[in-house]
């Protein structure tokens, strides 16, 4: 069990060592084996990351193994580096390298060809070792350190082809929105250390437990609302998600790895870290941003028509999804959601990166269709991530929305005022399954709409397709498993009910005590309506028991009304191109025109608000960097200068050059002088 | 006895009047005749202060001392003035005035 | 006290070096001005290990008894006065005086291209490179105003002679300001100096005057302090430079040729930091714990982050730009300083040497982009990381270290003085925190301007007109090596390279402070 940090922190710098390698000699080492040098390295993690895995599963281990070496020392508090490993470290570490070694492998073939392969393989690299940094950490500082680095990957390799202006664009606008995040972020860090002196998650934890923050809950709520809003930035949620949709403009398998299954699930995986420390306000407020968010994408979702944007806002939604089961008290399920999810999302963006690739870069669904023929393996495997994240039943997706779905209603069955934060996501989940059929059978079904496009379009190379069918296998079987019937670290825990699969794995890591556990139970804080009802979220999971069958049923309704809608849109499409006028005459139109709202208030109040507070500054920067500071501050410099050179010219005046005026001046004075002299005597 | 009063009264008189010259004319020969008015009158006074008051040679010798520098002076003058009447080809001065500001 | 040579040897190779200079033929004088800088430099390296070893022994208990390589000769002792030559230092000059010899064996090999006249450029460089290590050495307070003064002469040739087009104008507005600012240290100075009273005499000894009671008319009368602080501060701001005596700094860089600009913006800027810790903290304690002193100092160092990165925003003159970032990063410097933490003073120190390395980065920088396309306008640039891609590669690390991304120099500042500036309690309750929040928003807007610049020069479809610029030269990576490996190291191990070195110094100037009050 001592190796067992010391194998993980090897796999860690694996891809770091790729990275200096491929910084310093990718040109030299070429096109294809820099990637096989990076896809090796990230493989090699991968089977690490497995093999530890498998030991901590099957060989008993300690709740949490934690490294630490000293690192510095701020001001007078000793900052320690380190890492922590738990359950949940260990489930994302072996998602995180599985899921890497897929689309490395992958890109290999999707990159070929490309002028920059050796860089791509530099970035891609960097971001993996910063992701797992990520997981690794054991303290917020650690957390807000690799939060930073991949954000600056994601930004390399969202405008990896910076030749276009959009991608630039792209890459610019998602950084800073997530620096509007971090800023806070950052502000929660400082708040947590302020009045506990510690970084590390366990130090914050145990002293907020004793106490720090006594008499100032509001401080404490405004802190988690801070790291949350780190959170809002990197996994996109309403109102910081204007720039994960621009963020498309990448290579697609930098939005399976970045975009879709391990950076922006970053946030949630924060929030589930810093669960413990979130009062019931601010679990409250995380969780209606969640409910905002989720069924706001979906909408939007339902009307785009460049195949990577659907999956875009789909992704949107699910994280939505996942931030509210976290904001409810499901930690099990936001957490289990974000396994599976990474996997099937990713699946749909290799996918659709395979059909982008088959088409020749044609990303517009209304002109593709009958691609099923064409490229079957890649419509297959897209049939499977489609049926998982519209929660077909036996497939992952169906297990984590259905726990997800259970927590939710067992937090409003509580709370009744909340009914709304069940109703957004079941509402969501049949949003889900009519955009993500009407994706499928849009591209792969129905007719062949471009003749061209269809003409043209190949299946991808082995390269391509077997990443896909190993996603696709774990896809279907990842959310397999049977969670214990007690909660960690409940006393009365019984051998009996010990449950099996990736959502005990998870379970077992879920924190023991948090703050609106304790609020509920000892009612020791002000207890207001609000915080009292949000309190006992955390035990909703508990509750949520009894309220999986409900759930199940409502998903499962929601999903069928979902997909039978697909279905009757597809029938009523088979043969016909404009499918948009179809939408009208349908029922649908209700929806439609909802959605077309969400878009434009998306497209146009959010981004607008984006952009203009860009606009803002930038007019802002303009008068203080032009005109306040060359005007204003500079003038006023010039202007003493200028007032020192008149003074200098009025006492020209009296300089003639002639020796009269200077004599008659002399005599003058000496008159007076006498004349001062006799008058004082 | 005459005190030194008209002496002083007479000096008084050369010395305004020097500078009334010096102050008003153009002409530099003129100006510097304005010049030695102001130095004698000076050395008038040192010498009838010397022989009303102090009564040894003290004024006496300084007047001697002004009449010497007096003409060293007057040499370099004129020594000035030719060379600015090379330049300018007058003895105007008031067309010297290139150290104006 | 034993006297050591050592330092007094590495202030002065350079003045002995411009003897050199002067007197070598004309094709040596590149080659012994480079041996000069390089020799002081290799020489300076032997002052680590006075500062290896247990925090006790380095720092010693107080911070008068900190200082290593003490030399110390009476110099003027004539007319009632007792000047010495005192040199030494101490962990807030040894970095210092290390980057000192450093940027300026960079920054001479940068000067390699200077055509004009090398024998006076190369001349005056070297007399620069004495009269910073003097200012960063010196523990006399007469004897660090005539190196502060020093600094002054060469830097305004070298920019009014060697400048570009608005030189003549940049290098008076330089002078004007600076002098400004020493003529108001100069009366501060001799205040002290009268007022003092160390063993019976006046001293201008800046270690007796920071112990306590050498200055007994200061202990009573709280408005000499304040206004000896406010004649100090603006001594020190116009170096900084603080809003609003900033404005002679663009003209100054943009004038400037670019090795100048590296060390105007790498180590002159760092004299006024090294100042406020040096001098007005530790003689006038009282002042700077004064609220309304921290508050004054603290929300200056707040407009300095934001308004000097709203000016960087709105820049179309790379260099400018750059400049008006080091405005803004200089900020965090005095924000670290004002408030008084040891997290703050830590971060401002460290703030001062990671500037020092990443300005002096990113004005070489643009300087390589001005040498091949002869012009800086950024809207007129673009498309340059396919002409140059290793040029490119090298611009980002500079860039985004100077941003403060995580790994590299420029973070550990910035987010020593945000957390050491929330955790102040010398604005009461909630003002450091408020001054913290804002000063963090200037990290968004640090993202915009460096991230805008990046996209306007180097993405964006290839231009035509600079099809055929060449990649960076080899000299040109050596400079740029050194720098960004700095860059990393400070970023990954801060404690071990940096601040290991200072922290005991700066918590003996705090006790300092904590003693008097």
Known sequence: MDMMPYAFITAWLLPLAGFVLLVFRGRKIGEPRSGYLAAGLMITAAAISLVGATRWVFFGHPASVEVSTAWLRLGTQAIHFGVRIDSLTIVMFTMVTVVASCIFIYSIGYMHGDPRFPRFFTYLSLFAFSMLGLVLSDSLLGLFIFWELVGLCSYFLIGFWYEKPAAANAAKKAFIVNRVGDCLFLVGIAIMLGATGAVTLTGVFSEVRQGAFAGHETLLTLAGICLFFGAVGKSAQFPLHVWLPDAMEGPTPVSALIHAATMVAAGVYLVGRVFPILTPTALLFIAYIGGITLIGSALIAVVMTDIKRVLAYSTISQLGYMILALGVGGWVAGLFHLITHACFKALLFLGSGSVIHGCHGEQDIRKMGRLHDKMPITSWTFLVATAAIAGVPFFSGFYSKDAILASALGFSWTHRTHGLLFILPALAAGLTAFYMLRLYLLTFRTTARDEHVYAHAHESPRLMWVPLAVLAVLSIGIGWGRMPEHQAGDEA??????????????????????????????????????????????????????????????????????????????????????????????????VLKLAAFGQWFDRVILDGLADGSARWVARTAFFSGLTLDNRGVDGLVNGVARTALAGGNLARLGQTGRVRNYLLALATGGALVVILLVWMS | MMGPMPYVILSVLLLVLGLAIVISKRNAIVMLIGVEFILNAAALNLVAFSRHGAGDLSGQTAALFVIVIASAEAVVALAIFLNFYHRIATVDIDRGDQLRG | MENHWLLTGIIFLPLLGMGAVLVVPRTWIRWTALGFALVTFLLSLALVPQFRGAPADVFGPAYQDGFKLVDRLPWIHSAGFAIDYFVGVDGLGFPLVLLTTLICLLACIASWNIEK?????????????????????????????????????????????????????????????????????????????????????????????????????????????????VLLYIGFAVKIPVFPFHTWLPDAHVEAPTPISMILAGLLLKMGGYGLLRISYPILPNAAAVGAVAWTLGILGVINIIYGALCALAQTDFKKLVAYSSISHMGFVLLGIALLTPAGFQGAMFQMIAHGITSAAMFFLVGVIYDRVHHRDIVRLGGLAGQMPVYTGLAILGFFAAMGLPGLCGFIGEIYVLLGSWQATVLGPVGAKVLTVIAATGVILTAGYILWSIQRVFLGAPKPEYAGVPEISRREIGIMVPLGTLAVALGVLPWQTVLVFVHGTLDNILRLMIYNR
């Not at chain 3, 003097?134 to 400048?163: N, Q």
């Open chain 1, 493 to 590: 825990h019984a051998a009996g009910s010990r449950g099996w699969g990736l959502v005990s794995l998870i379970a077992e890591a879920q924190p023991a005590w948090t703050v609106s556990g304790d609020a509920g139970t000892h009612g020791s804080e002000a207890a207001s309506h609000v915080a009292s009802a949000a309190s006992e979220a955390s035990h909703a999971a508990d509750a949520a028991h009894g309220f999986h069958l409900p759930a199940t049923i409502v998903a499962t309704c929601a999903m069928l009304l979902g997909v039978f809608m697909a279905w009757l849109v597809y029938k009523l499409l088979l043969n016909k191109f404009y499918f948009d006028e179809l939408y009208r005459v349908t029922f649908v139109a209700g």
């Open chain 3, 117 to 229: 006249s090398p024998r006076g450029y190369f001349g005056l460089f070297l007399l620069l490179e004495t009269g910073m290590l003097g200012v960063f050495s010196a523990l006399d307070f007469f004897l660090f105003y005539v190196f502060w003064e020093l600094t002054l002469l060469p830097m305004y040739f070298l920019i009014g002679i060697w400048g570009g087009p608005r030189r003549e104008y940049a290098a008076i507005k330089f002078f004007l300001y600076t002098l400004l600012g020493s003529v108001l240290m100069l009366i501060a100075m001799l205040w002290f100096y009268f007022a003092s009273n160390h063993e019976g005499s006046h001293t201008f000894n800046l270690i007796a005057l920071s112990t306590p009671g050498v200055l007994p008319a200061f202990a009573t009368h709280k408005t000499m302090w304040i206004v000896c602080f």
